[in-house]
């Protein structure tokens, strides 16, 4: 589990794991696109929109994971001294921004046809709309600052505190009586979604992580190249 | 014995210095105000639907007014090397923070609060509400002051993009302006919201000699 | 009582310096000789433990500096590149404040007596804002005789000013060894100050 925090380990382990990894990720999106939209059925109530979903929820998870994994690599970063976390942070957050947009856009176009609007002032949609602006700021800091390591460290001080968004998120369908539907699947329970539902999410879930971490091991990867002379 | 004392004359040096400054508290009010005529202007002189957003125009405002001075929170102190000194003297950076963070409520917020009648007026806002207002706002502006050491501190070295400082503040105050409206309009709750209000001033109160501190290390370190 | 020892500094992705070894005792003056860039303030902070070094250690009377900080900040002072009386104020303010702020002993008599001999007692009531570079760096000075402690650091403190403000820096250094006190200051030139103690960057 070196090449996690070692920046030459991961050099090493991506170089493995980079064509693979696209390779699959590909495969996962034919196949996850066939299925939400061939070979899964109509939703009895929302009909043909309900493929929005496939889409939308696995955005959403990944928004939120990949700010989970900043703020892990932030403690790490800070108290441990480790500065692949602060490689990481820089090179992480533009995808994180990606996967939140993609999720307020998709979720805005579902909207449209459900709710009758683009957009309502619900709980789950703020806070998602907040953590979009945060995941900004990180990168409009990681742009301003021309020392570097007072950058990457005031931004791993900023993810850490930001990161008090990252429940509000998950849990405001549960605090708040809100429009948005309460999570369909979650660990505790059985799942509430048809099985033939159920494959394409996870296969779309699986592609979309895929894809992220094949564009996350890029970035870092330059983001190495452009440190180097700093590390060796 | 000491320690009080200098923590005392701290306390007179900011005095003095921003005595000497006080045009620029002045100009703070003057924006508060002039903005809230800007307000009525754009919305037009209509007395009911003023008193029914006035509560939320008023803190929108404050919000915004008490964002615009943060720039000079730590930065003058930064550059004429004071903060080094004060820090030479005995009093560790989460400390500095702290007693700054108190300085900036004393000299930028309250003035702020005392203004808050004469906003009523002009707002149509009900005699009733005033002391609601005044307890929300005396609690949210210390949160409010917290947070602007923690994000001026944040951007000491940013020389090209200050106003990142006023966004992440004005990012972070979103519950605060939530519970504090909540409280002015749903007066049956008051007690159960002014005690999340107090919580969400404790959770900060306790992050921000933590985050100001480093950063002020970092900036120190690094100038 | 300060002991640097094999210090070095690595920023970024540069070297900045490497093994400094340097030694203060009572009545030594140690003069830090570069040119611009070489390192001089970064020396300065690391010993003032605002930056952390890459190797080595530095000592105050006998335990690890980090462990001994507020001890060692309790005998020195700092004066910096920087004009750190408040502009906005008096001289007098600035005065009275830094008095009441260092909790000195030192009395109004001898306050005057400094300011006539650094020629500053006719801008009394003048802002800071309002002299000279030369002057605000003189006024400077005022508070090596305010704070009262044994070590000073100085960080360019013969920069900017006359020749007569160097020969009066001169006497003021030679007082401070003779009660035992000890200086570090960094210049890229030495005027004839007696050292005893010369680092070259």
């Known amino acids: ?232 | 014995m000491n320690f009080l004392n200098k923590i005392i004359f701290f306390y007179y040096r900011e005095y003095k210095l921003n005595m000497s400054g006080i045009q620029d508290i002045l100009t703070n009010i003057i924006f508060f105000f002039i903005s809230i005529f800007i307000f009525i202007f754009s919305i037009g002189p209509d007395k009911e639907t003023i008193s029914l957003i006035g509560v939320g125009i008023l803190w929108t405002l404050l919000l915004l007014s008490s964002t615009l001075s943060l720039r000079k929170f730590y930065q003058d102190d930064f550059e004429n090397g004071n903060l080094l000194i004060i820090h030479l003297n005995g009093f560790s950076f989460g400390f500095i923070s702290i007693l700054k963070t108190f300085s900036h409520f004393l000299f930028v917020q309250v003035p702020f609060l005392l203004s808050i009648p004469i906003a009523c007026i002009l707002l149509n806002i009900a005699n009733d509400k005033l002391f609601y207002l005044f307890a929300s706002f005396s609690i949210g502006s210390l949160i409010l002051s917290c947070l602007g050491s923690i994000s001026s501190s944040m951007n000491l070295m940013n020389q090209r993009n200050f106003l990142l400082g006023s966004v992440i503040v004005m990012i972070f105050s979103v519950p605060v302006i939530i519970f504090s409206v909540g409280i002015i309009n749903m007066e049956e709750s008051f007690n159960s919201l002014i005690n999340i209000l107090f919580g969400i001033l404790l959770i900060v109160f306790a992050i921000n000699p933590w985050a100001s501190g480093l950063c002020l290390k970092l900036s120190l370190e690094n100038s | 009582m300060l002991i640097v020892k094999d210090l070095s500094i690595e920023r970024l992705d540069k070297k900045i310096f490497e093994n400094i070894n340097l030694s203060l005792s009572p009545g030594n003056i140690t003069i830090l000789k570069g040119k611009n860039g070489s390192g001089k303030t970064t020396l300065l902070k690391a010993i003032l433990n605002l930056l952390e070094p890459s190797f080595g250690s530095i000592y105050w009377k006998g335990k690890l500096l980090k462990k001994n900080l507020y001890d060692f900040y309790n005998h020195v002072t700092y004066i910096g590149d920087t004009t750190s009386s408040l502009r906005k104020l008096t001289i007098k303010d600035n005065i009275n404040i830094w008095k009441k702020f260092f909790i000195s002993n030192i009395n109004d008599a001898q306050i005057e007596i400094a300011l006539k001999t650094l020629k500053l007692d006719n801008y009394l009531n003048k802002k800071v804002g309002t002299l000279s570079f030369g002057e605000t760096k003189k006024l400077e000075f005022l508070r090596l005789i305010m704070e009262n402690k044994k070590v000073w650091i100085l960080d360019e403190p013969l920069s900017n000013l006359d020749e007569d403000s160097i020969g009066l820096m001169k006497q003021t250094f030679e007082d401070h060894c003779s009660k035992e006190g000890s200086i570090i200051f960094s210049s890229h030139q030495n005027p004839g100050i007696y050292v005893t103690e010369e680092i070259n960057l």
């Open chain 1, 1 to 232: 589990m070196k090449f996690l925090v070692n920046p030459s380990k991961f050099n090493e382990m991506a170089d493995y794991l980079f064509r693979p990894l696209l390779i699959l990720s590909i495969i996962l999106f034919a196949i996850g696109l066939l299925f939400s939209f061939y070979l899964s059925p109509d939703d009895y109530q929302q009909g043909s929109t309900v493929r929005i979903m496939y889409v939308h929820v696995p955005s959403a998870w990944l928004a939120l994971l990949t700010y989970a994994i900043m703020t892990i690599y932030s403690i790490l970063a800070l108290a441990f001294r480790i500065p692949f976390g602060f490689i990481f942070n820089t090179a992480v957050a533009p995808i994180g921004a990606v996967f939140t947009l993609i999720c307020i856009i998709s979720g805005s176009l579902w909207g449209k046809p459900m709710w009758g609007t683009w957009w309502v002032w619900d709980a789950r949609l703020t806070s998602v709309a907040i953590l979009f602006i945060i995941y900004l700021i990180i990168i409009f800091m990681n742009l301003s600052f021309e020392n570097r390591i007072v950058r990457e460290k005031v931004v791993a001080i900023f993810i850490l505190i930001g990161s008090v968004n990252l429940p509000i998120v998950k849990f405001s369908v549960d605090w708040w009586n809100t429009l948005h539907q309460p999570a369909t699947i979650s660990k505790l329970s059985k799942p509430s979604i048809d099985p033939s539902m159920m494959t394409p999410l996870i296969i779309m879930t699986f592609a979309f992580i895929m894809i992220g971490v094949a564009i996350a091991i890029l970035r870092i990867k330059t983001e190495i190249i452009s440190r180097k002379s700093y590390l060796s």
